[in-house]
């Protein structure tokens, strides 16, 4: 199946700082998406980005398919930003898949 | 719009046990998936139902089951409970629209029910 690996595996900024988080994927997707998990396990989704580029706020995403990666970028981090980012695809009629996640700690 | 509904929040079951969770699905959207996630697996899939049928299944032994309800509304369902069930589930909602290509299977996720099994 489907593989789905994500960069850095862990992360710390002081808050100001940009980051970029990096998911690869094995394979072509129909599906990609981009999520915040909260403190208390909720997954709030950032982007449903299987091509191209969106922006929402101080976030924006960039899936490049024909190379099978992603790139979520974080401006001006907030300590409201920290948690772990998850990456998850699917290739059509198929369960997404997850990243194991980048786990990312803002300081103020 | 109401979102992704998971009852109940928190659970505490002893080992033997079976519990049932609920999920209630955004209204129209005829998937739902369920999904396990533990500090040493990550998030793993469960099953996923679309209009009343299991249309996938991870792999996950028999004791886990679920089903789905007319109204899109899905359990699951764990019998004679381990340790190692010990877990936070999540459901998750999308449109699901078959075998339309392309589709848009963006999924949104309840806030889980976190299990301890003790």
């Known amino acids: 199946g489907i593989q789905v690996e994500q960069s850095p595996p862990d992360l710390i900024l002081q808050e100001g700082a940009n980051s970029t988080l990096r998911c690869n994927f094995s394979d072509s997707v129909n599906n990609l998406q981009w999520f915040h998990q909260n403190p208390w396990g909720q997954l709030i989704n950032l982007f449903y980005?299987?091509?191209g580029t969106k922006q929402n706020g101080r976030l924006s995403a960039t899936t490049v398919a024909t190379e099978r990666y992603s790139l979520l970028y974080i401006s001006s981090s907030q300590t409201t930003d920290s948690g772990v980012y998850f990456c998850a695809v699917d290739s059509g009629n198929t369960p997404l898949v997850f990243g194991k996640g980048t786990r990312l700690s803002v300081i103020a | 719009k109401a979102g992704v509904t998971q009852t109940p929040r928190y659970l505490i079951k002893t080992r033997g046990q079976q519990v049932t969770l609920s999920c209630s699905p955004i209204?129209?959207?005829?998937?739902v998936s369920w999904y396990q996630q533990t500090p040493g697996q990550g998030l793993q899939f469960l099953f996923e139902y679309f209009s009343e049928t299991q249309r996938n299944k991870g792999n996950f032994p028999g004791r886990f089951s679920g089903r789905q309800f007319s109204n899109s509304r899905s359990e699951m369902n764990v019998s004679t409970l381990e340790l190692g069930d010990s877990a936070l589930y999540l459901c998750?909602?999308?449109?699901?629209?078959?075998?339309?290509?392309?589709?848009?299977?963006?999924?949104?996720f309840g806030q889980g029910t976190r299990l301890t099994v003790v």
């Open positions: 209204s129209g959207h005829r998937s």
């Open positions: 998750a909602s999308s449109l699901g629209q078959g075998a339309v290509y392309p589709m848009n299977t963006e999924a949104f």
């Open positions: 980005i299987p091509s």
